[in-house]
């Protein structure tokens, strides 16, 4: 092979990059719901919501949305939340949501459920979400189904949000018996060191941003024992950070006979109400958060609980 | 890692090219043997334990069968006439000996890991039918990925070095790199020893045009499997698996697809093989040549899966037709049967052989074997009823490549191939019954509406795309069976037009292609076999 050659492949995969990115512009969705290509919806709601009307974001795996109800703690206390939880998600993506909901949010909370950092993210997933992020092409070629002439055009309006709040409603009832998983086994579970690197961004963004950072860790047999919350409170404790651990603090709350649609993995819309309401008091005691009841501004917030409770039964 | 995995494209292949490009000459052969273990480890640890014992198990015979045949020419350049007849006789049977050993051991090897379980549950069924308690519990060692293509190439060089094609004193190196190369190693081709050899161990230098046509092949392979059989594959899934649920229209449609998608798939991954290879200069044989255009099913199997085809036909086929046994009946049966009929029986006792044996090699399941047997049928019909139908179109003055006939013999074909296909994708021969009876018994146009056609996981957009690649890929096959040569004449064009074409294909892959969260990786479907 020859320089020559060698040059003339490098400005051919130069080119072919600089068309991906171009591309990136076409395929990504124009709005942020269904029939625009977005995925996660529910989550990416957070994107349609008013410009800084979100009191406190929750960031975290599917713990998040089974045991978080925005409109219960917004109807309890007046401050509003929104949880952009998606399932099995890694920390990388929590980060990722953090950053995006900033764009048009200042919440004076950040909730990081705990169940996440425990998720190792592996070269491979980190190469992937990078170049994804880099090149969203590649994340959203399957567009072309959706592709109109008005994706020539790259402005973005995200226009929709979740009526629930990122919340999902499980009524399901599947039980179990086993509610010993909290015993100390004087073990402490490492946080990998994939995650620490995301954890140390997200504590950088709530730094520069005047956010407080609260780990929460929700109850959960399947997902949680007493490793990880040494772990957590290990790593809370270093940097100071507020952490609690239902699990532990009110080992009580969940009746894991009625509160579970899977046997403990998480909790369900009863299971959630207890949740929620622990979580809310906590939050609105210990962090200032306004009351936007009665507010102009935020009447619709006021119209989704109404239709909330109808669902939410 | 599989090869239209991003780390091989992206990853591991630009570092096997760097590093081979900046070895020197004799150490280029080395970067690829280093490369292709590292691959294979990365597939299968036990697969590389595997495939470094049937390295050696071949040098050894080879080197041994050679050994045989110095010391034969030598006794017999010391030895008086009378008596070399009868030294060339025990040094052929020593040689027979030889190669039976190592083919024995391959063959033992390859049983270990495939075919175990199929033993095991056929003794056991004869145990139960004569009500015996005793019951084998013995199961497959394990199932490395690509041993029975492999084992294939194994056996063709020691059988090339006894019949005197190949010289047996290779070098290991030289060898182990001739049966590991990573391009090959998962679905084939199945190479020969003469066929890539020689350019795998010459450490060639890159070469700039073939680095092009390598990464053309490569991204056409892709487009094959990931535009059409991976976008195919939720419908093809549902219908084989949840037969019973639908209509036999639908499940003759689902057997068509999966025709379609079985195609593109093997003949993507050995186009990625192919072009893999082609980047550092190594001429791999071709696997598939147009083989929907095929007029008959012996046509079909020269065109479809074309190194397994050869091999059974160098090293099954013609050693049974052609043994002393087979000629005294050709020559018995020509007497009282004529020329045509004569002839007919001893080959088709080796066609019923090969058939037999090609069943088995792509599973062990009776399934596989109904499949042989059925190809057999149509090969053994054909070769017999030939000259009535060569007779009859004299008789009505039709050309024999009149198009006409020629688009009716194509059609003929496609369909025994469709139905063939069912029995072999069918998880069991009585599946494989079943469904084929709903088409003949429960066939209405009617279910193949919309409604039905689209619920499968492939959308209108889907269908859409898969038939305009589809067209796409006929005419590319066109013009390759009318011997033009495409890649050369997109050569030949300036670099702007050169270049527009290459990105318009990458950005058809890239976009239209069935990958990310939404879908399911599809892993390469002769790659068990």
Redesign the interface.
């Known amino acids: 092979?020859?320089i020559k050659?060698v040059f003339?492949?490098f400005i051919?995969l130069l080119?072919?990059v600089l068309?991906?990115k171009g591309?990136s512009y076409v395929f990504v969705p124009k709005d942020n719901r269904v029939n625009f290509g977005m995925?996660q919806v529910s989550a990416n709601g957070i994107l349609g919501e008013k410009e800084n009307t979100i009191d406190v974001l929750v960031i975290g795996d599917s713990e998040t949305y089974s045991a978080i109800s925005p409109l219960e703690m917004y109807n309890e206390h007046g401050f509003t939340s929104y949880v952009c939880g998606t399932p099995a998600q890694r920390l990388y993506d929590s980060y990722n949501f953090l950053i995006k909901a900033m764009d048009k949010q200042k919440p004076k909370v950040v909730v990081l459920e705990t169940n996440a950092i425990y998720r190792a993210t592996s070269v491979?997933e980190f190469l992937i979400a990078n170049v994804v992020k880099l090149f969203p092409?590649?994340?959203y070629?399957?567009r072309?189904?959706q592709l109109s002439f008005r994706d020539l055009d790259a402005s973005i309006n995200y226009t929709y949000t979740d009526p629930n709040k990122g919340f999902k409603i499980n009524s399901n009832v599947v039980p179990e018996k086993n509610w010993n998983y909290m015993q100390d086994i004087h073990e402490v579970s490492e946080i990998p060191e994939s995650n620490l690197k995301y954890l140390k961004e997200i504590r950088k963004i709530c730094n520069d941003n005047d956010i407080k950072l609260v780990f929460l860790s929700t109850p959960s047999i399947k997902n949680w024992n007493y490793a990880k919350y040494e772990g957590i409170k290990e790593y809370a404790t270093l940097n100071q950070i507020d952490y609690y651990d239902i699990n532990i603090d009110k080992f009580d709350l969940v009746d894991w006979m009625r509160d579970t649609p899977d046997k403990g993995d998480h909790v369900n819309l009863r299971g959630a109400k207890k949740v929620t309401k622990y979580v809310g008091n906590i939050l609105s005691d210990n962090y200032n958060l306004p009351d936007h009841r009665g507010d102009k501004n935020y009447e619709s917030w006021d119209k989704d609980y109404k239709e909330y409770i109808k669902k939410a039964k | 890692m599989r090869y239209f995995d991003w780390?091989y494209l992206l990853a591991f292949l630009p570092i096997v090219i760097l590093g081979y490009?900046i070895a020197p000459k004799k150490l280029k052969p080395f970067v690829l043997l280093l490369a292709s273990y590292v691959y294979i480890f990365l597939l299968c640890g036990k697969l590389l334990v595997y495939i470094v014992l049937a390295t050696l198990v071949i040098y050894i015979i080879g080197k041994w069968l050679e050994k045989l045949k110095a010391k034969e020419t030598e006794e017999l350049e010391n030895i008086e006439k009378e008596r070399k007849k009868e030294i060339k006789e025990l040094y052929n049977k020593k040689r027979k000996r030889v190669l039976i050993l190592g083919i024995f051991i391959l063959v033992l090897m390859l049983t270990m890991t495939k075919y175990l379980d199929f033993i095991s549950i056929n003794i056991n069924n004869i145990l139960s039918l004569f009500k015996v308690n005793f019951r084998v519990r013995i199961s497959n060692f394990l199932a490395p990925l690509g041993i029975s293509f492999y084992t294939l190439s194994a056996l063709s060089y020691i059988i090339d070095v006894y019949r005197g094609k190949v010289s047996g004193n290779n070098k290991l190196p030289k060898l182990a790199l001739f049966l590991a190369f990573f391009p090959q190693i998962t679905e084939g081709p199945i190479a020969r020893y003469d066929d890539i050899a020689d350019d795998l161990y010459s450490g060639k230098?890159?070469?700039?045009k073939n680095?092009c046509f390598g990464a053309q092949r490569i991204v056409y392979g892709l487009i094959k499997k990931m535009v059409i059989a991976d976008r195919l594959n939720p419908f093809v899934t549902t219908i084989f698996s949840e037969y019973y649920n639908y209509n036999g229209a639908m499940i003759l449609l689902g057997v068509i697809l999966y025709v379609v998608q079985l195609y593109m798939d093997f003949s993507g991954v050995i186009d990625i093989a192919i072009g893999s290879g082609e980047i550092f200069g190594v001429r791999m044989p071709e696997n598939f040549r147009q083989p929907f255009f095929s007029r008959s099913i012996s046509d079909f199997w020269s065109r479809w899966h074309i190194t397994l085809g050869t091999w059974f036909k160098d090293y099954i086929f013609y050693p049974i037709s052609l043994c002393k046994t087979s000629r005294k009946m050709t020559s018995a049966f020509r007497k009282k049967l004529g020329n045509h009929l004569g002839p007919i029986i001893p080959g088709s006792i080796a066609l019923l052989v090969v058939w037999f044996l090609n069943g088995l090699w792509h599973g062990a399941g009776y399934n596989y074997l109904f499949f042989g047997m059925y190809h057999f049928t149509f090969i053994f019909l054909g070769n017999l009823f030939r000259p009535l139908f060569l007779n009859l179109y004299q008789k009505l003055k039709i050309d024999i490549n009149n198009k006409f006939l020629v688009v009716i013999e194509v059609i003929k074909t496609t369909i025994i191939v469709i139905f063939g296909e069912l029995f072999f994708r069918a998880s069991s021969l009585s599946v494989g019954f079943k469904m084929f009876k709903r088409i003949f018994t429960d066939f209405s146009f009617r279910a193949l509406n919309l409604k039905n056609i689209l619920g499968l996981g492939v959308?209108g957009?889907d269908f859409m795309i898969v038939i305009v690649t589809l067209i796409i890929i006929f005419i590319i096959g066109l013009l390759k069976e009318k011997k033009v040569n495409i890649r050369e004449s997109i050569a030949s064009k300036p670099i702007v037009v050169r270049?527009i074409i290459?990105?318009a294909l990458?950005?058809f892959l890239?976009?239209?292609?069935a990958?990310?969260?939404?879908y399911a990786p599809v892993d390469p479907m002769y790659a068990n076999f």
Do not use: A, V
């Not at chain 2, 230098?205 to 700039?208: C, D, I, Q």
């Not at chain 2, 990958?515 to 939404?518: E, F, P, R, S, T």
């Open positions: 092979m020859k050659d003339k492949s051919f080119i072919l068309i991906i591309l995925r491979y092409f590649f994340d070629h399957d072309w189904k | 780390y490009f230098p890159l070469e700039y680095m959308d957009h270049w290459y990105y990458i950005l890239l976009i239209f292609g990958y990310g969260i939404q």
